[in-house]
């Protein structure tokens, strides 16, 4: 069997593992659901004028959610999973079979994109139906696509670099956590962010790819314009994840 | 898998050695975990590694399994070099590490035929799990089985893709003694399909019912090779004869003997047959009675505990010379 197919051969392990804890699995989904359904009720049904153009908060955070429904599934969770995987040795038996460990990974990092995916069709399937948001459609949902698959690629690589700084298994999901809460709250995921933000908060939006890839999504969403320029640098962002971590990658346990 | 052009090296004609290491050796910064170690290992042979924690053992077996580099000597492991990435080497062996987790929510059988896809000739996922002797928790989750039964596991993964070279390191520590028993029975098994096995242990009766040929690793040395019985001259030592007499009654002067603060005596001799014969010749001639008498001989525990220096000897009679049983 050759390596590609040894790779989607293990998907499904990944799926069925992941399918068998419940818990974990029904918190991924029940997340972005959760916070739409506090932030349109804590915000209410009002609009927010972002680059001139009137958007209903509804639609706003539909679209929020759906990019750190993404987040979560492909950067936290697989930084926080593949952690605890090196730590009790997973992933050291994995390097002492024939199967190559970065045919193994590309498997977890698949599997992280199906969940994205599958998160963002019923976060937005969630606000179609509860609050008649807007969804991507015609030319705007290829835009969409490209956003989302080049987004999910990109998180899961900074997903598999974060873990190299990372001590050992318990303190992964505080320092995954604070890398990235920060940045949604600076890139208006949770709380637009208006156009007379402070300098630095619009800077932090320009240079981290949370902003890039939030604003992708939504256009997809309200129907507005799309920038290639969001793509790209969300990408760079995936293309330098993945060489940290081809560089510090550790298969072994660091105690 | 992978093509023949993508794993370069040539494989080194050892027909007859499963594992030949010569001048290993592999320092951590300024610590030298091994200082030039030398053994083989022939095909289908039980050899065990012996030495207390720290001593080598693990770093040792890691650089024969790919996951050290070594700093210097010679190693082929089935003919190849494991320093030199490789999956055609990959394909032909099994590793249990000390201490590996597997997904806890997949089942026994899940496991076992996940790892069985890895490779190009696996073994029926059925048959690996009789061999290990998991048939009754076949569906039953990893998060489930115990300590024992994971333990099992990890062995059943390891020959899923019905390897020639079985690497187990400490497969039994932590086992309760029923448990153990059971693992021993599984490395028999494999012994009896033509496995070869490189086990590491710090138990001596492990070593003892298991392996072929035994090497004492200390302080990244190899102190002393050879069979169980054999080992550390422990083959040659003199037998020690114990016994007790009634109150107010001495040994026969010409058996040298000593007597201990307990009563009892004990004398050292070259001739076991003769020993016995004047002792109980005597005691028949002067109508004495012996009590407890008993042979003893060094076990396995003495001699390692001598060669490992982690404890006093226990007699002084034991040679010394480390090497004496060995074959170099």
Redesign the interface.
Known sequence: ???FR?TL??VR?TN??YW??PAAAFFTFLFPLMFLVIFTALLGHGHVVLSGRRISLSTYYVAAMASFAVISASYVNLGIAVTFQRD???L??I??????GWAYLTARVIHAMLMAVLLVIITTAFGRAFYGAAVPSGKHLVFFVVMLVVGSASFCALGLAVTAPIPNAEAAAAIVNATILPLLFLSGVFIPIGDHAPAWIQWIGRVFPVKHFADGLQAGFVGSAFHWNDVLIVAVWGVAGLLVAARYFSW?PRR | ??DEAETGATPRNDDEYAVVVRGLTKSYGRVKAVGGVDFHIARGEVFALLGPNGAGKTTAVEIL???RQRDGGEVSVLGYDPGSPQ?KL??L?G?V?Q?????P??TVE?MIG??A????HPRPVGEVIELVGLSTERTT?VVKLSGGQQRRLDVA?ALA?DPELLFLDEPTTGFDPSARRGAWEVVRNLAALGKTVLLTTHYMDEAQYLANRVAVIASGRIVAEGTPATLGGRDHARPRVRFRLPAGILPPADLVAETDAEGFSSFTTEDLTRGLHTLTNWALDNAVVIEGLEIIRPTLEDIYLQLTGGATARDPDLPVDPMAGGSG
């Open positions: 069997m050759n390596s040894l051969w293990q392990y069925k593992a068998r804890n009790s040795g997973i050291k038996r390097g002492g079979s024939p199967l190559p072994e | 898998m992978v399994e790919g996951f999956s990959r394909n062996l590793i590490l201490s590996t987790a597997v997904d929510y997949l899940e996940m790892f896809h890895f490779f190009p989750r993964i893709g």
